[in-house]
């Protein structure tokens, strides 16, 4: 069966510092990943999704990046955090093809900016 | 585009009363829909999903919904409400013109008074 791993589960940072938060997939080959962020009290808002090694759409400018080195590996990171990154990131998986659509997610990772 | 509208971000219900959450889509297209739960401080998890077949769906935990295309609805229902269904819910409509996202609710917290 297919299990999906993010870490940190808990990240407090200083405004300024850079950030690096991973996610991995396990039990499935080239899956669609994507992560997500949710504010206090505000819905899920996709950041960015990727289809395959090194493709990577962008939803929202902003100050974070995202890189997927291997497979079933996606990374999140930002140079400089801001107050406004705090929130709960949450990374999923789909299956490729567009077969099934539904996503899968992982536990999640809070982070305060301080 | 598509889109999912929730009626409702809070919805309170007595323990063993009735569970209704309202979800209307718009699409130009059949969609495929989509009921994710989510628990305090983690991932959202499917609890069920329409894809064409059958019109009255049921997934985990005593939930079901029905689409109703005439009404572009899908709501999600349980007949007796249990204390450990506070939960924050989320529709969720797919995305015709990718086949790679879903496209989600602002969603709606479930409150269960004793």
């Known amino acids: 069966s297919q299990t999906i791993h993010q870490w940190p589960a808990t990240l407090v940072q200083p405004v300024g510092s850079p950030l690096s938060l991973e996610c991995t997939v396990e039990?499935?080959?080239?899956?669609?990943l994507y992560w997500y962020r949710q504010a206090a009290g505000r819905g899920l808002q996709l950041l960015f999704y990727?289809?395959?090694?090194?493709?990577i759409s962008s939803e929202v400018p902003q100050n974070l990046s995202a890189s997927r080195p291997q497979d079933r590996q996606f990374i999140l990171s930002s140079k400089k955090l801001l107050l406004s990154d705090s929130g709960f990131y949450l990374c999923a998986w789909s299956a490729p093809g567009g077969l099934t659509y539904e996503q899968y997610f992982g536990p999640g990772t809070r982070l305060t900016v301080t | 585009a598509q889109s999912v509208t929730q009626l409702g971000s809070h919805v309170s219900v007595s323990e063993g009363a009735l569970v209704l959450l309202r979800c209307n889509y718009s699409?130009?297209?059949?969609?495929?829909l989509f009921w994710y739960v989510q628990y305090p401080n983690q991932g959202l998890q499917l609890l069920l999903k329409y894809t064409s077949a059958a019109t009255l769906v049921k997934g985990i935990n005593g939930f079901e919904a029905e689409f109703k295309k005439s009404e572009t609805s899908f709501h999600l229902t349980k007949p007796s409400a249990h204390m450990s269904d506070a939960a924050e819910y989320f529709c969720?409509?797919?995305?015709?013109?990718?086949?790679?996202?879903?496209?989600f609710g602002k969603g709606t917290r479930l409150h269960i008074l004793p």
């Open positions: 969720a409509v797919s995305d015709m013109n990718r086949d790679d996202k879903i496209i």
């Open positions: 699409s130009s297209v059949p969609p495929y």
């Open positions: 990727s289809v395959g090694i090194g493709q």
């Open positions: 039990g499935t080959s080239n899956p669609n």
